[in-house]
């Protein structure tokens, strides 16, 4: 079986693909912590339109 090998989008390290790695494609929970902190704050974000959600009448009751 081939070995498949990714980088950490976070720190660049090289992560081997295997379902061992709970954390991947990070190479850890730190660093797989720290890229779910920077979408929380709006640093990544997904190019497009924003859009208004309007809740229906029974969520009010």
């Known amino acids: ?13 090289t992560v081997i693909w295997e379902k ?11 660093c797989k912590g720290i ?11 997904i190019a497009g339109e924003s859009v208004e959600i309007i809740p229906d009448h029974e969520d009010f009751n």
Do not use: Q
């Not at 079986?1 to 390290?13: G, R």
């Not at 709970?22 to 190479?27: A, E, G, I, V, Y």
């Not at 890229?35 to 709006?42: I, M």
């Open 20 to 30: 061992e790695n709970l954390s991947k494609p990070f190479c850890s929970e730190r």
């Open 35 to 45: 890229d779910l902190g920077d979408w929380a704050s709006g640093k990544h974000s």
């Open 1 to 13: 079986m081939k070995t498949i090998s990714v980088k950490c989008p976070t720190c660049k390290k």
